[in-house]
């Protein structure tokens, strides 16, 4: 592990209540704690290759409703999931 690995990351709370990252972005938790840390050990991300995807209806950016498997039809897909824009 590098130095910057180690390296505490830049936090500072926001008028807002929020936290404030190095990039000036907010989010609920302080960055490099809880859910903005780097995943260690174990961490599912799907379905394996080749195993049929879940039935999902979803909504679009557009606001649209898109069940997933229909709307495809025999073309190859890409789901992304996403809980917020702080990463």
Known sequence: MSADQNATPFARRHESGLW???LGGLGPAKPGHGPRQDPTGEFPT????????PDVVATSPAGEMI????HRGDRAAVFVFY???VW
């Open 67 to 70: 069940d997933l498997h229909p």
């Open 20 to 22: 404030e990252d190095e």
């Open 83 to 85: 809980r917020s824009a």
């Open 46 to 53: 799907g379905p394996d290759v080749g195993v049929r995807f």
